[in-house]
């Protein structure tokens, strides 16, 4: 009966009054826990989470001829015993209540999905070798495969013959009846927008990622390669490296981690976007406003409305621009790429932190001279102040891009086009007609396009406004936070693999926005709960609240009210973790929002109707003796006697001197 109130019932409604007074009396009962098991029982929640594994090209009649059982594979995915948590990156690695399962199911597809594959594969066949195919003829044939699919995640394995020729699959859209030369990094796989992503083991060999020094490089045996093995033990020796590939998988793609906690929900999310120009007119427009709204409103759709506004200052009129700018602005020596000695070449580029330090400061004269509304900040959030007092304050997101008419390649720290930061975000554009990089594809450096900075803005805004972590980072138990780019080529808005966002988000992304407002509200309210419990529980002689709560007041019992509300609670929060592990952030969100009536009730019983049961005592830890208390004035008084004594020899000394000449 609860849950269908609360489903029909707004968040801010408290659900559990709209109850009749025998519907609240049956939530009265004694779960029979003591106050440390309810504790753990509300900090340990399990999300069971299931993950298809479909391969293709397994049977025989693939690359290598390779055959791979599939009741094997499950049984190395069931001992890979795959730690995954809900781990928090910023500004510290810490672990969220909820815990997901990663359930896994290995399917071996029907051959006729093999044969359309096959199909789709040699129609974008070229015969020049080495030639890069697009991907979205695969994906189509996957994309149809995948549409009813209900695990939380599909992985799809293929295995197709071998080609004359080594290939990989292309993410730029190419122009019918032209060649089309792809930008980004090809690869071998691809993450849809929908729940799945798909590996070509027969694809590659691929290379990318970033230079010595760095972790999470692709090599070309990072992927299982069928050929490499024994023939005669093929079918087995591969089965590891295809569990750790899905393992991994399900770090980056199925339960990514969070960049930080510091997300709330808001009815309206309003992206402020201020561009500072050197010229004295606006610079030709390359930011894509209306493309930042639709791939943020796809993510958050039906739970938040996006607004994306933009305003322009020269820095002829905004001399803060210009000191912001120029207290950025740094200097220092590169290696020159075809040098093998370090070089005097000089090389600029803008200070990210010293860049933030100043706008954070003058933010607030920076868009009252842009025209737009005054910011103000509150308990850490940025708010838009409305013309009505009585509605609550709209939540913005700051956007500082500076679009410089140099042709200079200049970056943030002297690699990134964007920044993110708590309270705002960074980017930088100019007419340079490219940028190095430390990244490098197929054995090339990667150069980045100074002249568009709409992917890496994108990326930024989602990972400052909604805690979505950069898609190459993980945290494992044992190792800690680390990289792996395996998963970033493709459609990321994350690193430099891609140079524009003409796809949709992948879903693990998209779905990361709400996801992350829901954890963010469920784990907030939990912990709220379990403070107030430990706090009682110190409280209670024997552990329970029965023995803390004895009395009547006002002919009703603080201890059923207490178990009322505290059962409501939990049920919610199951009900939060159910709506999630079906997929559906937007209901787990309301249900983490309905539970603040629920705490605010239970804070409010501790607070008034149980006072008279508790004591309030005061106690000094230790004895305190008297030479304790009067050690520091005997000391003064003898330093003083001393001084006093040193003195009066000093003066009668003195004298006798006079006296002698």
């Not at 030369?181 to 071998?188: I, N, T």
């Not at 090599?219 to 590939?245: E, V, W």
């Not at 607004?307 to 912001?324: G, N, Q």
């Not at 780019?485 to 430099?496: A, E, K, Q, R, V």
């Amino acid at each position: 009966m609860l849950a269908e109130v609360a489903a029909k019932s707004a968040p801010d409604t408290d659900v559990f009054m709209q109850l009749d007074a025998d519907q609240r009396k049956a939530w009265e009962y004694d779960s029979h826990m003591s106050i440390n098991q309810t504790i753990t029982a509300m900090t340990h929640l399990v999300l069971p989470l299931r993950v298809d594994v479909k391969l293709v090209g397994f049977e025989g009649d693939g690359n290598g001829k390779l055959v791979v059982s599939d009741t094997d594979l499950a049984r190395y995915l069931k001992a890979l015993q795959l730690d995954v948590g809900t781990v928090v990156l910023q500004p510290e690695v810490s672990s969220m209540i909820v815990k997901p399962q990663l359930l896994f199911h290995v399917i071996r597809c029907p051959r006729n999905l093999h044969n359309r594959l096959l199909g789709a594969l040699h129609s974008t066949v070229n015969k020049v070798a080495d030639d890069d195919h697009p991907h979205h003829k695969i994906d189509d044939v996957i994309r149809t495969d995948a549409r009813d699919d209900e695990a939380a995640f599909t992985l799809y394995l293929l295995n197709p013959p071998a080609l004359d020729y080594d290939y990989q699959y292309s993410y730029e859209p190419v122009t019918e009846g032209e060649p089309g030369v792809p930008r980004s990094c090809p690869g071998a796989l691809w993450v849809g927008d929908q729940r799945y992503a798909w590996v070509d083991l027969s694809a590659g060999p691929s290379e990318y990622g970033p230079g010595p020094g760095h972790h999470g490089q692709v090599f070309p045996h990072t992927l299982p390669d069928p050929l490499i093995y024994k023939h005669a033990t093929a079918g087995r020796a591969i089965l590891p490296d295809l569990a750790a590939l899905i393992a991994s998988a399900g770090q980056h793609l199925v339960w990514p981690p969070l960049q930080h906690t510091r997300i709330r929900h808001y009815a309206q999310v309003t992206v402020a976007v201020v561009h500072m120009h050197d010229t004295l007119g606006p610079p030709p427009q390359h930011f894509r406003a209306e493309a930042l709204r639709e791939l943020l409103g796809a993510g958050l759709v039906v739970v938040t409305d996006i607004v994306v506004k933009e305003a322009w200052l020269s820095f002829a009129e905004c001399d803060l621009c210009v000191a912001a700018y120029t207290s950025a602005l740094k200097t220092r020596t590169r290696r020159s790429p075809d040098l093998e000695a370090i070089s005097s070449r000089e090389s600029r580029f803008l200070d990210k932190l010293a860049l933030h330090t100043a706008l954070s400061a003058y933010s607030d004269a920076i868009f009252a001279l842009a025209g737009a509304p005054h910011v103000s900040r509150q308990s850490g959030a940025t708010h838009l102040r409305t013309a009505d007092p009585t509605k609550p304050a709209m939540h913005v997101i700051p956007v500082f891009m500076f679009d410089l008419s140099t042709d200079e390649p200049l970056l943030l720290d002297g690699e990134l086009k964007a920044a993110a930061f708590h309270n705002m975000v960074l980017g930088v554009t100019t007419k340079a007609a490219s940028a190095p990089t430390h990244f490098h594809c197929n054995f090339m450096p990667l150069e980045l396009d100074p002249t568009d900075a709409n992917r890496e803005v994108l990326g930024a805004v989602m990972q400052s406004g909604w805690g979505v972590a950069d898609s190459s980072l993980y945290h494992h138990p044992a190792s800690g936070q680390s990289a792996r780019h395996l998963w970033s080529i493709g459609n990321s808005p994350f690193g430099p693999y891609s140079q524009r966002q003409h796809h949709p988000l992948p879903h693990y992304l998209a779905s990361a926005l709400v996801r992350n407002v829901a954890l963010a509200a469920l784990n907030g309210s939990a912990s709220r709960v379990v403070r107030l419990l430990a706090g009682l529980g110190a409280a209670a002689p024997d552990g329970r609240l029965s023995s803390l709560v004895r009395l009547e007041i006002r002919g009703e019992s603080p201890l059923s009210r207490l178990r009322e509300r505290l059962n409501v609670v939990r049920f919610k929060l199951d009900l939060g973790l159910k709506h999630l592990a079906q997929l559906d952030s937007g209901k787990a969100l309301m249900m983490a929002k309905s539970m603040l009536h629920d705490i605010k009730a239970l804070e409010h019983l501790a607070r008034s109707r149980l006072k008279a049961d508790l004591v309030t005592e005061l106690d000094c830890e230790g004895g305190v003796s008297v030479w304790e208390m009067i050690w520091a004035p005997v000391i003064a008084i003898g330093v003083w006697s001393v001084a006093i004594a040193i003195r009066w020899q000093h003066t009668a000394f003195a004298n006798k001197l006079e006296k002698l000449y």
